[in-house]
């Protein structure tokens, strides 16, 4: 038996471990993959941490918050595998329970008005709150406004009596897709940025404030966004660390290495992320709230809600 036999016995030997463990990414399509069914014990529970929180004086005026999602649901990894992605539900749905409760009309767009992807293995099918603020978004999600139809015939109307106080981001993989260099969600963020709006980010959400860099789709406007600096840069937040985005693959949630990690560009950028795990962090930095991942998602909707009450009350 030669090298190349041994490590051929030696591969097969750690897949047969590995499946026996629940550690091989799940196929559910040819060549299309959700997590493990390991993982997904750890990562996707079946109950949040969502905790019903009472706001004293819940908000009555008429600004709403703008939810930006994913229109995109797989993610090519560098072996060529698909993640079938899209937002995380409870990155989604647990801020949105709080928007509720506090007061907020949340209205839904992706970039061109085409259904929002949801991570449904993520779903946390024993969470009945969860569950009921989904089933009262479903239409939303699968009819959202567009992010080009907005910058393109609302966005300039607005400026004297705008209806939004906050871009709201969840995350999930999906928010790397489509996202991070759709350029009309950089007019957007950059506009929001200049009406000084609120922007909540969580986990992978981050990953779409990269939008912000792009050069502007007129080359010929002398304010061309690529002459300034990134509209973030000096803030401090906290996101999904890379370093456990590289570590995923070794235990089946992701089927491959990512093509690429925006925190990395982020800091590039001169974005500080402060957080070295997902442990359930938050922060707020001026007005940009952020959150490290599902499991922050409670105390970032209640950080943002609490934000802009303080501010809009």
């Known amino acids: 038996m030669n090298m190349q036999d041994l490590l051929d016995k030696a591969k097969n030997t750690v897949d047969k471990a590995k499946d026996t463990l629940g550690l091989e990414p799940q196929e559910v399509e040819a060549g299309i993959y959700i997590p493990s069914k390991s993982s997904l014990k750890i990562a996707a529970p079946s109950k949040t941490n969502y905790d019903n929180t009472e706001y004293d004086t819940p908000y009555k005026g008429n600004k709403k918050i703008m939810m930006v999602c994913t229109e995109q649901q797989y993610m090519t990894m560098e072996n060529g595998n698909k993640f079938d992605t899209g937002n995380h539900p409870v990155e989604m749905m647990v801020p949105l329970l709080h928007f509720k409760k506090a007061g907020f009309e949340v209205d839904v767009f992706t970039p061109t008005g085409e259904p929002v992807k949801v991570e449904q293995w993520a779903m946390p099918e024993d969470d009945k709150d969860v569950k009921a603020i989904y089933s009262e978004y479903e239409s939303k999600l699968n009819n959202p406004k567009s992010i080009a139809g907005f910058v393109a015939n609302d966005m300039a109307d607005s400026d004297g009596n705008n209806e939004y106080a906050a ?16 350029n009309n969600l950089g007019e957007l963020l950059r506009w929001g940025h200049d009406k000084d709006l609120f922007v909540l980010a969580i986990c992978h959400g981050p990953a779409a404030l990269l939008a912000a860099n792009l050069e502007s789709p007129d080359s ?3 304010d061309d966004n690529t002459k300034r600096d990134f509209i973030f840069k000096g803030y401090k937040m906290v996101a999904f660390p890379t370093s456990m985005d590289k570590q995923m693959p070794k235990i089946g949630y992701l089927p491959g290495p990512m093509p690429w990690y925006f925190a990395e560009k982020l800091e590039d950028l001169g974005v500080t992320i402060s957080n070295k795990l997902a442990s359930g962090q938050t922060h707020q930095d001026r007005k940009l709230i952020s959150g490290d991942g599902p499991l922050a998602a409670n105390d970032f909707g209640k950080m943002s809600a609490k934000a802009l009450l303080k501010e809009l009350g």
């Open 167 to 182: 871009i709201f981001i969840p995350g999930g993989h999906g928010a790397m897709l489509g996202l991070p260099e759709d």
């Open 220 to 222: 010929s406007n002398a």
